[in-house]
């Protein structure tokens, strides 16, 4: 049974840091992109960041670049996002999600394309405070 379970959310304070993981199994860990996206009350699902099956390419949304990090273990089968400098709009539910699709890495859109995927995460809350 293929399965992604994310951990790691929580409250924290404005400026404060979070790492959010992204365990995956039942599949091929090294043939799929993994992507977080986030959704906020009333908001559309909106893509966060993405690593590639080979981590060799990594994809950021502006509104988070140079405040978070992705990065795989593929030992642990495992994604994280690191997130720094949390900032009020920063809080959503986030979902990890994972795609063997080969148009994830022709285009950054494509990358942060809820729609491109194929297995969700549950999803695990973040909320940062002011």
């Known amino acids: 049974e293929v399965q992604v379970v994310e951990s790691g959310g929580g409250l924290v304070q404005v400026g404060g840091s979070l790492r959010l993981s992204c365990a995956a199994s039942g599949f091929t860990f090294d043939d799929y992109h993994i992507g977080w996206f986030r959704q906020a009350p009333g908001k559309e699902r909106e893509g966060v960041s993405c690593?590639?099956?080979?981590?060799?390419?990594?994809y950021y949304a502006d509104s988070v670049k140079g405040r978070f990090t992705i990065s795989s273990d593929n030992a642990k089968n495992t994604v994280y996002l690191q997130m720094n400098s949390l900032k009020p709009e920063d809080t959503a539910v986030y979902y990890c999600?994972?795609?063997?699709?080969?148009?994830?890495?022709?285009?950054?859109?494509?990358?942060?394309?809820?729609?491109?995927?194929?297995?969700w995460g549950q999803g695990t809350q973040v909320t940062v405070s002011s």
């Open positions: 999600a994972a795609t063997s699709g080969a148009r994830i890495t022709t285009a950054q859109a494509m990358a942060l394309n809820y729609v491109e995927y194929d297995y």
């Open positions: 690593i590639s099956s080979s981590g060799g390419s990594t």
